[in-house]
């Protein structure tokens, strides 16, 4: 009877520590969220959010730094060379995530190493036009195009960028020509655009929502499955008669080859349950973007499918950036 009381005990035991084994606590330094980009924009202020409702879960504390330039890329390296100690993370935009090995001639760090960790939102691009162009709606909008093949002009936030990879999804569907130029930067772009200096700009919705509402320009279109709750007035693509097309800018988070599970769990762990929080979601929606907070496993198998959709398009297109 003792014996087996004791062997009891022991599997009793073993039972309770095994998710203690299993669970990897917080680093005892603080942790970096790198964003490869400038202060200001979406992809800054979504980490910024989350990093004030993810003390608890890192009592080190979180630090948001910004690295920008070469499209990402130079995040993006900073990252890839980091110790994969749960201390240092990227979180981006696609580029430097699932396009820029598809733009670039040499790449300094291997994308498809990247360990995923989770996608925080999505935000859908929208076709928005100037208000000079005697369009009312997207349908009329191709039939235009059609009539003037090579006269309309499209805005991008530069080569390569998602604005200008759109564009090219958009005339590959619709078989349509425009004239592509190039800015540095959305704020530059939709200047042009408000001003007329520009016909077309396949935006973010965070950024020419307000526009639109004002009366400065017109989205036409949503490139997303449904409806955007940041304008649910707008027709997605396939109720606006035009081939489907999905084109959204995602938010990823990703870690640096050869973390553990453990340390990526964790993490993913603390952004799903901040994003959970009502007030997060309002923000989020506030800047156009759905919250997400997918499993490493579905935001893997996502960057994958966007990266194959992207590089298509670009091979087609012949898109290039030095």
């Known amino acids: 009877m003792t014996s087996r009381r004791s062997l009891l005990l022991a599997t009793a035991g073993a039972a309770f520590a095994a998710p203690a084994l299993a669970q990897q606590p917080p680093p005892s330094k603080p942790v970096r969220l790198i964003v490869p980009f400038p202060a200001g924009g979406t992809a800054d202020v979504l980490p910024r959010i989350l990093a004030e409702k993810m003390r608890d879960a890192y009592p080190a504390g979180l630090v948001v730094e910004n690295k920008s330039g070469a499209g990402g890329n130079i995040g993006g390296e900073l990252v890839a060379r980091s110790d994969p100690d749960g201390t240092t993370f990227l979180v981006s935009p696609p580029g430097p995530i699932a396009i820029n090995h598809h733009l670039y001639k040499a790449m300094p760090f291997d994308p498809t190493k990247w360990v995923p960790v989770t996608v925080l939102a999505t935000v859908p691009n929208v076709l928005a036009v100037s208000n000079r162009l005697p369009v009312k ?61 520009v016909d077309v700009f396949f935006d973010n919705i965070s950024s020419s929502a307000t526009f639109h509402t004002g009366g400065k320009l017109r989205v036409l279109a949503v490139a997303d499955e449904q409806r955007s709750p940041a304008l649910p007035q707008v027709p997605t693509f396939t109720e606006a008669r035009l081939p489907p097309m999905q084109a959204v800018t995602f938010f990823s988070m990703v870690a640096p080859p050869g973390m553990p599970a453990a340390a990526v769990d964790h993490m993913h762990k603390a952004v799903a349950q901040a994003l959970a929080l009502p007030d997060v979601k309002q923000r989020f929606q506030d800047q156009g973007a759905e919250p997400r907070g997918w499993s490493p496993e579905r935001t893997g198998r996502f960057i994958r499918g966007e990266s194959d959709k992207w590089s298509r398009v670009i091979q087609s297109s012949g898109v290039t950036v030095d």
């Open 137 to 197: 709606d997207a349908a009329e909008f191709v039939a235009y195009l059609k009539a003037n093949p090579g006269k309309v002009s499209y805005a991008s936030q530069g080569n390569g960028s998602t604005s200008h990879l759109t564009a090219n999804l958009f005339m590959q569907l619709t078989g349509t020509q425009m004239i592509h130029v190039p800015y540095k930067g959305t704020a530059p772009a939709l200047v042009d655009l408000v001003g007329g200096n």
